[in-house]
């Protein structure tokens, strides 16, 4: 009877792994927990934690100072001569301070390992659940379509959490309610693919925005840390305001808040939309369009990016895009095409013209990523003038091999990396374009693989890149945007200069010092390894891609 | 316009205003507390009682005591806080202009064909209409009139938001779940290593066994 | 509106009881002003700084804690009042909302979030 619970209705299982894994953090059921900072060890260059904190509640761990400890691992190296000795002599010398006996050592990377294989179980879930089904209100509806973009959106979920897994400790990040918070982010998005209702729709946003919101805050030492979250959290409670206007007013002329049934009584009832009718559609789509930061809308990316942990820009480059692009395709395309349909090449020239021409000036590779996740937007932006189904196909073929790109370039920005005239004992990964300076003498593999992924985000041609951004152009090009497709092949010439410039610092110059990559995390180090592979080969064997997503556009 | 809804609109804008003129930040959040009082009346006026005790309960109740930590937790100086007012006469007379304005358009020329006038809410009379179709299916529908008419709003809400859209509800609650996270993951100080003292196993230590012989060879 | 009478009249009640009392405190205390008493006063100098003084941001987190535990109980309440009648499936939605706080007060409380040390 569980089992078929949850095969049902796999929002069950969704909810009680995640309130059990809240329990299990909680460290109420057996103590298994203790956050603690991993800090790197100048001398040995060899990183073991050496500052343990537990659970401040589980009063029997009662740690002494901190201090000691750091004077501890400053002065091993002198005694021992190999790490294996040193680690067999730890138990002993922690021995007082009584330690938690069982559990992991990283409490937030054991919940991230649990996370993960969470987000592998929904995927099997929505990937082979049964389907056709309608929740309580018919609020939301599962069928073919939505049900593949969720399992699509937890499968990456899953990647997102792994890359950012082997980073963690570096980066300290001993914030249970990071993983918390990244689930709670990502029922919203499932949740949100599958609203059919206006009510839902706002509360899933909400949902995941908030989440992301305290997401992007949680390094609150940091002052870009906060500011990100500022941001972000006024820009969207603003964007919420109008949402809910627009919600209001659609209410207010129809009594009706189901999409398809508003959809049904603006349109094919009355020949002229009413004027409040078409406002609330305005802001509804504004509200949409900001959380997939089209151009006007777009102010809060490049800041967010900047500011939040690389892990967290990866979460928002990817996954709210997923869902919201989603919604969009299935429920709200009828709705604006009718209303504003061809106002969203507004949106898509100017995004283009933005991610073309704002990225030239960047120094930082996380501000890089965000303009040019602003360009990509709008070129995804592109196949949702037409309303051929086909070209939603074009939109998600380009949207997966975007994932991928993303995966393996944010992969590499997450990869530790020390510096020459800062060997400071936080190893973090390349922030700078200039950071990569002489890659190809110090680790010709790195720079080969930031090679592929900038070649891909260009869209240029040996790489798997193209196939995506070449579908979107030829679905536009059939539907007769001639203007559009000349604007996104100035910016694809304009894009590719920064990009390009990222490969020259890789190749070509030569500085006196430079940076050198650290050790890659194994598991993120085979995903980069995963990406490059689907990248090289992709092109020509890309055709299982984009049968799947004609299929998609097919059931949409 | 009723006489009560005059009253109670012209208490809302002379608290704001007072509010707004306040030089102490304290004054300022207990004219938001009056303001929002005079608002739950407007509420109470509209008939929507589950509202009105949501701007009691939750405005008054909570989030004004938030504001006055708010005010607490950032002290601006009261010089500060005049500079800032000053600051914002210009775009306080635009606005107030604008007020103004609309207000005697409102009274001179009532909008009959205004897209935002409100439409009549549809109310039992829709369903008894000459048209038979209609008829036949307020039969269907009588049960939930009748249980919306004889029950108060609140009980109304009750079955929507416990019967119909349960799910809502528990979504609702998800994001309860997030600010409670959020505000523990965002505002409370990591203990590194404070020496904890529990004050309970303090209070149940046996004072028959906390006097410990020491062994002779120690000594 | 003429169920809301009760209500009008225990507003009037309270807000008379009020003025009266503090009429009252007011016209009863002895008031006997003079320069040195109506002077700030510390410790026997002038003040030096303002009399406000930041605040610890725990008492933030409480109130906080404390506004979510009372849009839960404003969410209780349409149950109490209408959504009785929904039976066991409205009830078991109830459970499952209250158990989703709670799960999330214990983890806070773990957390220390509710300690003061």
Same mark, same amino acid.
């Given at each position: 009877?569980?089992?078929?619970?949850?095969?049902?209705?796999?929002?069950?299982?969704?909810?009680?792994?995640?309130?059990?894994?809240?329990?299990?953090?909680?460290?109420?059921?057996?103590?298994?927990?203790?956050?603690?900072?991993?800090?790197?060890?100048?001398?040995?260059?060899?990183?073991?934690?050496?500052?343990?904190?537990?659970?401040?509640?589980?009063?029997?761990?009662?740690?002494?100072?901190?201090? !000691?400890?750091?004077?501890?691992?400053?002065?091993?190296?002198?005694?021992?001569? @190999?790490?294996? /000795?040193?680690?067999?002599?730890?138990?002993?010398?922690?021995?007082?301070?009584?330690?938690?006996?069982?559990?992991?050592?990283?409490?937030?990377?054991?919940?991230?390992?649990?996370?993960?294989? &969470?987000?592998?179980?929904?995927?099997?879930?929505?990937?082979?659940?049964?389907?056709?089904?309608?929740?309580?209100?018919?609020?939301?509806?599962?069928?073919?379509?939505?049900?593949?973009?969720?399992?699509?959106?937890?499968?990456?979920?899953?990647?997102?959490?792994?890359?950012?897994?082997?980073?963690?400790?570096?980066?300290?990040?001993?914030?249970?309610?990071?993983?918390?918070?990244?689930?709670? =982010?990502?029922?919203?998005?499932?949740?949100?693919?599958?609203?059919?209702?206006?009510?839902?729709?706002?509360?899933?946003?909400?949902?995941?925005?908030?989440?992301?919101?305290?997401?992007?805050?949680?390094?609150?030492?940091?002052?870009?840390?906060?500011?990100?979250?500022?941001?972000?959290?006024?820009?969207?409670?603003?964007?919420?305001?109008?949402?809910?206007?627009?919600?209001?007013?659609?209410?207010?002329?129809?009594?009706?808040?189901?999409?398809?049934?508003?959809?049904?009584?603006?349109?094919?009832?009355? @020949?002229? !939309?009413?004027?409040?009718?078409?406002?609330?559609?305005?802001?509804?789509?504004?509200?949409?369009? &900001?959380?997939?930061?089209? =151009? !006007?809308?777009?102010?809060?990316?490049?800041?967010?990016?900047?500011?939040?942990?690389?892990?967290?820009?990866?979460?928002?480059?990817?996954?709210?895009?997923?869902?919201?692009?989603?919604?969009?395709?299935?429920?709200?395309?009828?709705?604006?095409?009718?209303?504003?349909?061809?106002?969203?090449?507004?949106?898509?020239?100017?995004?283009?013209?933005?991610?073309?021409?704002?990225?030239?000036?960047?120094?930082?590779?996380?501000?890089?990523?965000?303009?040019?996740?602003?360009?990509?937007?709008?070129?995804?932006?592109?196949?949702?003038?037409?309303?051929? #189904?086909?070209?939603?196909?074009?939109?998600?073929?380009?949207?997966?091999?975007?994932?991928?790109?993303?995966?393996?370039?944010? %992969?590499?920005?997450?990869? !530790?990396?020390?510096?020459?005239?800062?060997?400071?004992?936080? /190893?973090? %990964?390349?922030?700078?374009?200039?950071?990569?300076?002489?890659?190809?003498?110090?680790?010709? @593999?790195?720079?080969?693989?930031?090679?592929?992924?900038?070649?891909?985000?260009? %869209?240029?041609?040996?790489?798997?890149?193209?196939?995506?951004?070449?579908?979107?152009?030829?679905?536009?090009?059939?539907?007769?945007?001639?203007?559009?497709?000349?604007?996104?092949?100035?910016?694809?010439?304009?894009?590719?200069?920064?990009?390009?410039?990222?490969?020259?610092?890789?190749?070509?110059?030569?500085?006196? #010092?430079?940076?050198?990559?650290?050790?890659?995390? #194994?598991? @993120?180090?085979?995903?980069?390894?995963?990406?490059?592979?689907?990248?090289?080969?992709?092109?020509?064997?890309?055709?299982?891609?984009?049968?799947?997503?004609?299929?998609?556009?097919?059931?949409? | 316009?009723?006489?009560?809804?005059?009253?109670?609109?012209?208490?809302?804008?002379?608290?704001? $205003?007072?509010?707004? +003129?306040?030089?102490?930040?304290?004054?300022?959040?207990?004219?938001?507390?009056?303001?929002?009082?005079?608002?739950?009346?407007?509420?109470?006026?509209?008939?929507?009682?589950?509202?009105?005790?949501?701007?009691?309960?939750?405005?008054?109740?909570?989030?004004?005591?938030?504001?006055? $930590?708010?005010?607490?937790?950032?002290?601006?100086?009261?010089?500060?806080?005049?500079?800032?007012?000053?600051?914002?006469?210009?775009?306080?007379?635009?606005?107030?202009?604008?007020?103004?304005?609309?207000?005697?358009?409102?009274?001179?020329?009532?909008?009959?064909?205004?897209?935002?006038?409100?439409?009549?809410?549809?109310?039992?009379?829709?369903?008894?209409?000459?048209?038979?179709?209609?008829?036949?299916?307020?039969?269907?529908?009588?049960?939930?009139?009748?249980?919306?008419?004889?029950?108060?709003?609140?009980?109304?809400?009750?079955? +929507?938001?416990?019967?119909?859209?349960?799910?809502?509800?528990?979504?609702?609650?998800?994001?309860?779940?997030?600010?409670?996270?959020?505000?523990?993951?965002?505002?409370?100080? +990591?203990?590194?290593?404070?020496?904890?003292?529990?004050?309970?196993?303090?209070?149940?230590?046996?004072?028959?066994?906390?006097?410990?012989?020491?062994?002779?060879?120690?000594? | 509106?003429?169920?809301?009478?009760?209500?009008?009249?225990?507003?009037?009640?309270?807000?008379?009881?009020?003025?009266?009392?503090?009429?009252?405190?007011?016209?009863?205390?002895?008031?006997?002003?003079?320069?040195?008493?109506?002077?700030?006063?510390?410790?026997?100098?002038?003040?030096?700084?303002?009399?406000?003084?930041?605040?610890?941001?725990?008492?933030?987190?409480?109130?906080?804690?404390?506004?979510?535990?009372?849009?839960?109980?404003?969410?209780?309440?349409?149950?109490?009042?209408?959504?009785?009648?929904?039976?066991?499936?409205?009830?078991?939605?109830?459970?499952?909302?209250?158990?989703?706080?709670?799960?999330?007060?214990?983890?806070?409380?773990?957390?220390?979030?509710?300690?003061?040390?």
């Amino acid at each position: 009877m569980t089992l078929d619970l949850v095969l049902i209705r796999p929002e069950f299982f969704l909810l009680f792994g995640f309130l059990v894994l809240l329990w299990y953090g909680t460290g109420g059921l057996v103590r298994p927990v203790a956050e603690i900072i991993t800090v790197a060890d100048s001398n040995y260059n060899k990183q073991y934690s050496c500052l343990g904190s537990s659970l401040t509640t589980t009063h029997e761990t009662e740690v002494a100072n901190e201090s !000691p400890k750091i004077s501890y691992a400053n002065e091993r190296p002198g005694g021992e001569a @190999t790490s294996a /000795a040193r680690f067999a002599s730890r138990p002993a010398a922690f021995g007082s301070l009584r330690r938690p006996t069982a559990g992991p050592n990283h409490a937030a990377s054991a919940l991230c390992l649990w996370a993960i294989l &969470w987000c592998l179980l929904c995927t099997v879930l929505a990937f082979y659940g049964p389907l056709q089904s309608v929740f309580l209100g018919g609020s939301f509806q599962k069928d073919y379509y939505s049900m593949q973009l969720c399992g699509i959106l937890f499968f990456t979920a899953a990647f997102v959490l792994r890359v950012s897994l082997g980073w963690q400790k570096t980066a300290a990040i001993r914030h249970t309610e990071y993983v918390y918070l990244a689930m709670l =982010a990502l029922m919203g998005q499932y949740l949100f693919i599958q609203t059919t209702d206006l009510m839902s729709m706002y509360l899933c946003l909400e949902l995941q925005s908030f989440s992301l919101v305290v997401l992007c805050g949680l390094n609150y030492k940091s002052a870009y840390s906060i500011e990100a979250s500022m941001k972000y959290f006024l820009l969207s409670a603003f964007r919420s305001c109008l949402l809910l206007l627009g919600i209001g007013f659609l209410y207010w002329q129809t009594g009706e808040t189901t999409i398809s049934h508003i959809e049904s009584l603006v349109f094919r009832t009355s @020949t002229e !939309p009413n004027l409040l009718l078409l406002l609330g559609i305005w802001f509804v789509s504004m509200g949409l369009l &900001w959380k997939l930061a089209a =151009a !006007p809308l777009h102010f809060w990316v490049p800041d967010v990016y900047t500011g939040a942990w690389s892990s967290v820009s990866l979460w928002i480059t990817v996954l709210p895009k997923i869902s919201v692009l989603g919604f969009w395709t299935h429920n709200w395309q009828n709705l604006w095409n009718r209303s504003f349909g061809n106002t969203l090449a507004f949106f898509r020239i100017l995004s283009m013209i933005i991610g073309a021409l704002a990225p030239l000036a960047q120094t930082t590779l996380k501000r890089l990523l965000a303009y040019s996740s602003i360009g990509h937007m709008g070129l995804l932006l592109m196949p949702l003038c037409g309303s051929a #189904s086909n070209s939603v196909g074009a939109l998600w073929t380009h949207m997966f091999i975007y994932i991928l790109i993303n995966l393996g370039t944010w %992969g590499l920005i997450m990869a !530790p990396m020390t510096r020459p005239n800062q060997p400071s004992l936080k /190893a973090a %990964g390349p922030q700078f374009i200039w950071d990569l300076k002489g890659l190809n003498q110090s680790s010709a @593999t790195a720079a080969f693989r930031w090679r592929v992924f900038m070649t891909s985000l260009a %869209g240029l041609p040996p790489v798997y890149g193209f196939l995506g951004k070449a579908g979107i152009l030829w679905r536009s090009l059939n539907n007769g945007l001639l203007i559009t497709v000349a604007v996104a092949l100035v910016y694809t010439l304009l894009g590719s200069v920064y990009y390009l410039k990222v490969m020259k610092v890789c190749y070509v110059d030569n500085p006196t #010092s430079w940076g050198t990559y650290g050790k890659f995390s #194994s598991t @993120t180090a085979y995903i980069i390894a995963i990406c490059v592979a689907f990248m090289l080969i992709g092109l020509w064997h890309g055709n299982y891609f984009f049968l799947l997503t004609h299929l998609l556009s097919l059931k949409v | 316009m009723s006489s009560s809804f005059a009253l109670i609109a012209t208490g809302a804008l002379m608290s704001v $205003f007072l509010m707004m +003129r306040s030089k102490n930040p304290v004054h300022s959040v207990f004219y938001l507390v009056l303001l929002f009082l005079h608002c739950s009346g407007l509420l109470v006026l509209l008939g929507l009682e589950y509202f009105v005790l949501l701007q009691l309960l939750v405005y008054v109740g909570a989030l004004a005591i938030l504001f006055l $930590f708010v005010v607490m937790l950032l002290d601006i100086p009261s010089t500060e806080i005049l500079r800032h007012q000053r600051g914002t006469y210009p775009v306080a007379g635009v606005l107030g202009l604008c007020l103004i304005l609309s207000a005697l358009l409102a009274f001179t020329q009532p909008l009959v064909e205004s897209p935002f006038q409100t439409s009549p809410i549809p109310t039992t009379s829709t369903f008894t209409g000459q048209n038979s179709d209609f008829v036949s299916s307020s039969r269907h529908y009588s049960f939930w009139n009748n249980y919306r008419t004889a029950t108060s709003t609140v009980a109304n809400l009750g079955i +929507r938001l416990y019967g119909v859209h349960a799910d809502l509800l528990i979504i609702r609650s998800l994001l309860l779940l997030v600010a409670m996270v959020g505000a523990v993951g965002l505002t409370l100080k +990591r203990p590194v290593s404070v020496p904890n003292q529990d004050v309970f196993r303090q209070h149940y230590v046996d004072f028959q066994k906390s006097l410990v012989q020491i062994p002779q060879n120690k000594i | 509106m003429t169920e809301y009478v009760g209500v009008l009249l225990y507003i009037a009640i309270a807000v008379g009881l009020g003025i009266v009392i503090l009429f009252r405190s007011y016209k009863v205390r002895p008031r006997r002003l003079d320069l040195e008493k109506a002077t700030a006063y510390e410790c026997g100098f002038e003040p030096f700084g303002e009399a406000r003084s930041p605040f610890d941001i725990g008492f933030y987190l409480v109130a906080i804690l404390f506004l979510i535990f009372d849009i839960e109980v404003a969410f209780l309440l349409p149950w109490v009042l209408g959504g009785i009648s929904t039976g066991s499936s409205g009830f078991f939605a109830f459970l499952l909302f209250l158990v989703v706080l709670t799960i999330g007060f214990v983890f806070e409380w773990q957390k220390g979030a509710l300690e003061w040390s």
